[in-house]
């Protein structure tokens, strides 16, 4: 069920929030495959339940796809804010640090957070370069140094990389993600270093393209450009129970 063709005529940007999904029981009680499916199978539950409201006037102004009965504030609100974990991992599609830094400012308000406990960035299209890597993590780094993020990391880049970001940042990555899917082991001199300088090593399954253009363009039936994604986590601290998770994501024709 795409979304409607006359809102996509008005607007060059869509943003969608898929809010908390673990309330979805389409989503929570059907066997998902991989991450992938997750997030399409949330992007067309929040088409579905989207109700057309006023459309921005202005094509630079974002359409704001949004599901009405969302409970994600109801949930953050339950906990004080002081009890919950919030961290994020953004998935781009560039290494302009402009997307990431309008990813962030985004989730912020989405959750009505000031701060989070941690930011995970990943590359849909993998970087072999550091150089490619440093605009990106220096926007990072400021927002450590604003006090805004607590720490950073990042996921699917090489061993050498990586220590070279290590070694090159300001502002140090405390964690790193490696998918087993294409690692099978998690090599030992990598896990000599984390220990070293004490890095929080983690896996993952997520996919290289966390959302492939041609199921988006079944969803949304029309052509659009996925700028970045971002999935949110909220933990309760002392229980490490995940209250609430969500995407967020910015599509440009």
Not at 1 to 26: K, R, W, Y
Not at 206 to 217: F, N
Not at 221 to 226: S, V
Request: overall charge negative.
């Amino acid at each position: 069920m795409a979304i409607n063709s006359n809102d996509l005529v008005q607007v060059n940007n869509v943003i969608i929030n898929t809010g908390n999904i673990l309330s979805l029981n389409d989503i929570t009680k059907k066997t998902i495959q991989n991450p992938s499916e997750e997030l399409l199978e949330a992007i067309n539950i929040t088409i579905k339940e989207y109700q057309n409201g006023r459309t921005p006037s202005q094509p630079d102004q974002p359409l704001i796809v949004s599901r009405p009965n969302d409970d994600s504030m109801t949930k953050i609100s339950e906990h004080d804010s002081s009890d919950l974990k919030f961290g994020f991992k953004i998935f781009l599609t560039s290494d302009d640090p402009v997307l990431l830094i309008d990813s962030i400012e985004k989730a912020l308000i989405t959750l009505n957070v000031t701060s989070v406990n941690n930011v995970i960035i990943a590359f849909i299209e993998k970087r072999t370069d550091i150089g490619e890597i440093k605009s990106v993590w220096t926007a990072l780094e400021d927002y450590v140094l604003q006090n805004k993020i607590n720490k950073i990391g990042i996921a699917d880049v090489e061993e050498e990389i990586f220590r070279s970001l290590y070694e090159w940042a300001s502002v140090k990555p405390s964690i790193v993600q490696i998918n087993l899917a294409t690692c099978c082991v998690v090599p030992p001199t990598l896990q000599g270093f984390c220990k070293e300088h004490d890095i929080q090593l983690l896996t993952h399954s997520d996919p290289t393209d966390i959302l492939p253009k041609s199921s988006l363009d079944v969803v949304l039936g029309k052509e659009y450009l996925l700028k970045w994604v971002v999935r949110f986590l909220v933990h309760i601290k002392c229980r490490g129970v995940l209250t609430t998770k969500g995407y967020l994501l910015s599509l440009g024709k």
